[in-house]
């Protein structure tokens, strides 16, 4: 059994698939070590297990749809794909989405998942409450509102406190939204006017190859209400007004990316760069995102784009993004907005991994954290001393599932062992 890239095997073919919170209960109680798989899109084995495999993939429902405190409550399994045009029907919406719909709701916000948009914190901080199995059964419900610290150290949780079987989250009205690209914006044009360029949409990508001095494609999406809409010019920076649907990777066929060229859409058809029918990105991939704090933007992206020559042959596409601060503990955007450089490189795992640690070390200098779910390199130690909450995080996990029940290799690693 293998994760959604392929690159990455489970270390048990021992799944059980549950239907409801008392067949989680009961499962829960049973095992000594177990791991939920959500959609099973991380690239690394975060969400591995060499005993037990848990899937809530068939507890998808919506639990109840609140107008008036403007939440909606979710069975764990269910993906955005799933959610989106429901919410849309009943006239909300969500804040952001990520590049893809096809993902776990409680798997992305436990992995501390994001968009676009320097405005837009990511989807783990449209969380309200959550509801969680602990290893004795117990079900534990946690809420903005009522238990302040802990539930700020839970949402993003990287599954080791418990199975998630409900989670609410924010919503509001719904709006429709249009998507320009642009392509090719001059690489000085993206240093001298970075914050004009973020600022001019509500959610803002930059795809590069890194080669040429150039952004290749510039996604714009911006909201269509109270006038604000974003005027489409001819010329954005230097980048010119595509007249096509173009795909991140401009020679690859846009038919699975979400509607471009100005055309009005719902937000859920808009804010994702690929749509819920279609498969998405390039297939055979592996990915690596790491997390910027958004005042050494400029620096970190030349530092990386100095390694152009090294790092394009292995490259699909590179993606930046920023993305808003939040009061998540082991959220990468904890009490500083960031931008992420992401890099969806060929699936040529000997060679990316020598080219990691060359990125890792020119990114150091300003404290750059990876995505939980994509693969990276940096030691243990140097990731730790990156989260200042971490100590907290340990106690508070040890709180919940004090015999580790919910730890893995990748826990163990990187947050338990000290
Ligand atoms: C093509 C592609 C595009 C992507 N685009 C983006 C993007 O735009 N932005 C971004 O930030 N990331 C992106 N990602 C990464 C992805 O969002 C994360 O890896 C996310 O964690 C995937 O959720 P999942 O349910 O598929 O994860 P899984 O790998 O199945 O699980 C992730 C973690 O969540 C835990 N978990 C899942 N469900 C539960 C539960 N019910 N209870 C407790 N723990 C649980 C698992 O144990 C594991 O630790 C992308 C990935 C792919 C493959």
Redesign the pocket.
């Given at each position: 059994m293998k994760?959604?890239?392929g690159n990455l095997e489970y270390s048990t073919d021992r799944l059980y698939s549950a239907n409801s919170l008392e067949q989680v209960r009961t499962y829960v109680r049973k095992q000594r070590h177990l791991?939920?798989?959500?959609?099973?899109?991380?690239?690394n084995n975060?969400?591995d297990s060499t005993q037990n495999l848990l899937s809530?993939k068939s507890m998808d429902q919506v639990v109840a749809l609140e107008p008036e405190a403007r939440t909606v409550t979710v069975e764990?399994g269910m993906t955005y794909g799933q959610l989106c045009p429901l919410l849309h029907a009943k006239g909300f919406a969500l804040h952001n989405l990520?590049?893809?719909p096809h993902?776990?709701i409680?798997?992305?916000c436990?992995?501390?998942?994001?968009?676009s948009g320097e405005k837009n914190g990511n989807l783990s901080s449209a969380v309200s409450a959550l509801e969680?199995v602990t290893p004795s059964g117990e079900v534990v419900k946690l809420s903005r509102q009522q238990d302040a610290e802990s539930f700020l150290g839970a949402v993003v949780?990287?599954?080791s406190l418990?199975?998630?079987?409900k989670v609410t989250l924010d919503i509001q009205p719904t709006f429709m939204m249009r998507q320009y690209v642009y392509e090719n914006m001059p690489l000085a044009e993206m240093k001298n006017h970075f914050d004009a360029i973020q600022s001019s949409a509500y959610s803002v990508s930059l795809f590069t190859d890194w080669q040429n001095q150039r952004i290749s494609e510039v996604w714009l999406k911006s909201r269509v209400e109270g006038g604000l809409a974003f005027e489409a010019t001819p010329e954005f920076f230097g980048a010119k007004l595509a007249s096509k649907n173009l795909h991140p990777i401009a020679e690859l066929s846009a038919e699975n990316c979400t509607e471009q060229l100005g055309v009005l859409g719902p937000w859920y058809e808009r804010l994702p760069h690929f749509r819920m029918g279609f498969t998405?990105?390039a297939g055979k991939e592996l990915?690596s995102?790491y997390f910027v704090p958004r005042q050494h933007a400029i620096e970190a992206i030349l530092a990386v784009e100095r390694l152009r020559d090294q790092v394009t042959p292995h490259l699909f596409i590179s993606e930046i993004r920023a993305i808003a601060a939040d009061n998540l503990w082991l959220s990468p955007c904890y009490q500083q907005p960031c931008i992420t450089i992401h890099f969806t490189w060929k699936q040529d795992w000997p060679a990316v991994s020598k080219l990691l640690p060359i990125i890792e070390k020119e990114l150091a200098p300003f404290d750059a954290v990876p995505?939980w779910?994509?693969l990276f390199t940096i030691s243990p130690a140097v990731l730790k001393s990156r989260y200042k909450k971490l100590p907290d995080f340990i106690q508070l996990s040890k709180k919940y599932d004090p015999q580790g029940k919910f730890q893995n290799e990748f826990l163990r690693t990187n947050i338990f062992t000290s």
């Amino acid at each position: 059994m293998k994760n959604w890239a392929g690159n990455l095997e489970y270390s048990t073919d021992r799944l059980y698939s549950a239907n409801s919170l008392e067949q989680v209960r009961t499962y829960v109680r049973k095992q000594r070590h177990l791991k939920v798989l959500g959609s099973r899109h991380c690239f690394n084995n975060i969400a591995d297990s060499t005993q037990n495999l848990l899937s809530l993939k068939s507890m998808d429902q919506v639990v109840a749809l609140e107008p008036e405190a403007r939440t909606v409550t979710v069975e764990s399994g269910m993906t955005y794909g799933q959610l989106c045009p429901l919410l849309h029907a009943k006239g909300f919406a969500l804040h952001n989405l990520a590049s893809l719909p096809h993902i776990s709701i409680a798997g992305a916000c436990s992995t501390a998942t994001h968009g676009s948009g320097e405005k837009n914190g990511n989807l783990s901080s449209a969380v309200s409450a959550l509801e969680f199995v602990t290893p004795s059964g117990e079900v534990v419900k946690l809420s903005r509102q009522q238990d302040a610290e802990s539930f700020l150290g839970a949402v993003v949780g990287l599954g080791s406190l418990g199975v998630i079987t409900k989670v609410t989250l924010d919503i509001q009205p719904t709006f429709m939204m249009r998507q320009y690209v642009y392509e090719n914006m001059p690489l000085a044009e993206m240093k001298n006017h970075f914050d004009a360029i973020q600022s001019s949409a509500y959610s803002v990508s930059l795809f590069t190859d890194w080669q040429n001095q150039r952004i290749s494609e510039v996604w714009l999406k911006s909201r269509v209400e109270g006038g604000l809409a974003f005027e489409a010019t001819p010329e954005f920076f230097g980048a010119k007004l595509a007249s096509k649907n173009l795909h991140p990777i401009a020679e690859l066929s846009a038919e699975n990316c979400t509607e471009q060229l100005g055309v009005l859409g719902p937000w859920y058809e808009r804010l994702p760069h690929f749509r819920m029918g279609f498969t998405p990105s390039a297939g055979k991939e592996l990915q690596s995102e790491y997390f910027v704090p958004r005042q050494h933007a400029i620096e970190a992206i030349l530092a990386v784009e100095r390694l152009r020559d090294q790092v394009t042959p292995h490259l699909f596409i590179s993606e930046i993004r920023a993305i808003a601060a939040d009061n998540l503990w082991l959220s990468p955007c904890y009490q500083q907005p960031c931008i992420t450089i992401h890099f969806t490189w060929k699936q040529d795992w000997p060679a990316v991994s020598k080219l990691l640690p060359i990125i890792e070390k020119e990114l150091a200098p300003f404290d750059a954290v990876p995505h939980w779910g994509k693969l990276f390199t940096i030691s243990p130690a140097v990731l730790k001393s990156r989260y200042k909450k971490l100590p907290d995080f340990i106690q508070l996990s040890k709180k919940y599932d004090p015999q580790g029940k919910f730890q893995n290799e990748f826990l163990r690693t990187n947050i338990f062992t000290s």
